[in-house]
């Protein structure tokens, strides 16, 4: 392996994607520090700090921690990121929208809208994060808002939505000219961005004594146990026999052809946990804005740890695996395009027959898939309250961070048997994952 990652280099083109993917990542990195005009980054911080179990506290992970630091990219690339599920579950509902995706021409049109949209999303999302800012007292070390007004407002506004598009644009341009796909490698190294102060915090628990040695050796052996499982499980994939039939194209002859159509356990990716996080901790949400006692008591009954919480949050996750897989997944689709293309599952009359086989294979998996991902994101929580431990690494950062690393060195091992190098892993294949 160590000669494979040599060889990374010896190939111009790809040190060149691989060089210029880390500079668009040091420029994001770099942005991620340069603070919002108006705001006491010290002051928000400890704001967040207390407001871990809300949405703020979700969102802040994914931008690595630039909303604490209240940065000009503390919206990251969410607002991006919301718009094109919402376009992509709009294409499920709206047959125009649906036409659209489905062509080269029309897909470049659904962009140009999901562009717009972010657009959209990020100013609102920006004016509602000044004004709740305004609305919050003094901390300890003094007020989040330096002047409150309509200048602070349209600033932050200005500010956060240009910081949106400007990551949204470093993404694009590391799908175009880097290696891997951007949008997801800007969340992969926003979810990396407290890893280093989370280990050092955890070795000094253990110099204080406060953790012992032999939990920091059943931490690691389980963390290192749950990635296992994820790689495992973000590559498993049930292979359906297809068989293509020879065939003469003017004077060329095809012989019959034997492959197999791949459908992954994991066909939701990580929107299942994400949405279901999101619906879980709005009660926490919600009360830090409504001080209603039965508001309040809803955020007590669904604390974070709490059985309901588990059970509420584990549902949610098993619906949103049947729901958006539904949406990305249209079994008569691809069983129009196998007959389209000469293929055909042995032993099943193509077209609707083929359509109901693949969709009752993919209903054969979905539950197993479902069930694996509520062991995944609920198993780190258990290990924090177990152990104890100073950090948080959920489920959805988990999968975000094995997909795209699974991605990007899918397309770096494709580079190198393209130009006769060997692989990355002898005799065997990355298939790696795109977030959502």
């Known amino acids: 392996m160590t000669g494979s990652f040599g060889s990374i280099f010896k190939i111009p083109d790809l040190r060149r994607k691989i060089l210029f993917t880390l500079g668009m990542v040091v420029v994001y990195r ?16 400890y704001m967040l700090g207390q407001m871990r179990g809300t949405v703020f506290g979700l969102y802040d992970i ?37 036409r659209l995706q489905r062509e080269e021409e029309g897909r470049k049109k659904v962009n140009q809208y999901t562009r717009y949209a972010t657009v959209a999303l990020a100013i609102i999302q920006s004016s509602t994060i000044a004004i709740y800012l305004e609305s919050q007292p003094a901390t300890q070390f003094g007020p989040i808002v330096m002047q409150s007004g309509f200048f602070f407002r349209l600033l932050t506004i200005i500010t956060l939505t240009s910081g949106t598009m400007l990551a949204m644009w470093l993404g694009e341009q590391i799908t175009d000219r880097g290696i891997g796909n951007g949008i997801s490698f800007l969340i992969f190294i926003g979810c990396l961005d407290s890893t280093p102060q989370d280990i050092g915090r955890t070795i000094a628990m253990v110099q204080a004594g406060e953790i012992s040695w ?77 001080k209603a006692p039965w508001l309040q008591s809803m955020q007590r009954i669904l604390s974070a740890g709490g059985w309901l919480y588990d ?29 389209k ?34 062991i995944i994101a609920l198993l780190p929580s258990f290990l924090m309250n177990a152990l104890r431990v100073p950090f948080y690494f959920g489920g959805t950062t988990l999968m975000i961070i094995v997909g795209v690393a699974l991605d990007t060195l899918q397309q770096i091992e494709a580079h190198l048997v393209m130009r006769h190098y060997e692989g990355l892993v002898k005799g065997g294949k990355f298939q790696g994952r795109r977030f959502g």
């Open 30 to 45: 770099l942005g991620s520090h340069i603070p919002t005009p108006g705001i006491n980054a010290q002051a928000l911080g």
């Open 341 to 374: 293309y000469g293929g055909a599952v042995p032993g099943k009359q193509a077209g609707e027959k083929t359509a109901e086989y693949i969709d009752r294979s993919l209903t054969l998996i979905m539950l197993p898939g479902a069930v694996s991902l509520v």
């Open 62 to 98: 994914f931008v690595g921690g630039a909303l604490s630091r209240a940065s000009i990219f503390a919206l990251g690339i969410m607002p991006y990121i919301s718009a094109s599920i919402v376009f992509q579950l709009l294409g499920s509902v709206f047959p125009y929208l649906e």
């Open 311 to 339: 059970l509420l949050y584990a549902a949610l996750i098993i619906f949103f695996t049947y729901f958006y897989t539904s949406v990305v997944f249209n079994a008569r689709d691809i069983a129009d395009n196998l007959r």
């Open 214 to 290: 032999l939990a920091l050796v059943l931490l690691a052996a389980v963390v290192f146990a749950v990635y296992a499982g994820v790689v495992l499980l973000t590559m498993a994939v049930l292979k359906i026999p297809v068989v293509y039939q020879g065939r003469v194209v003017g004077r060329q002859m095809y012989r019959e052809h034997r492959t197999h159509l791949p459908i992954r356990v994991w066909t939701a990716g990580v929107i299942p946990i994400i949405f279901a996080q999101s619906l879980v901790v709005f009660p926490s949400t919600f009360a830090q804005f409504i």
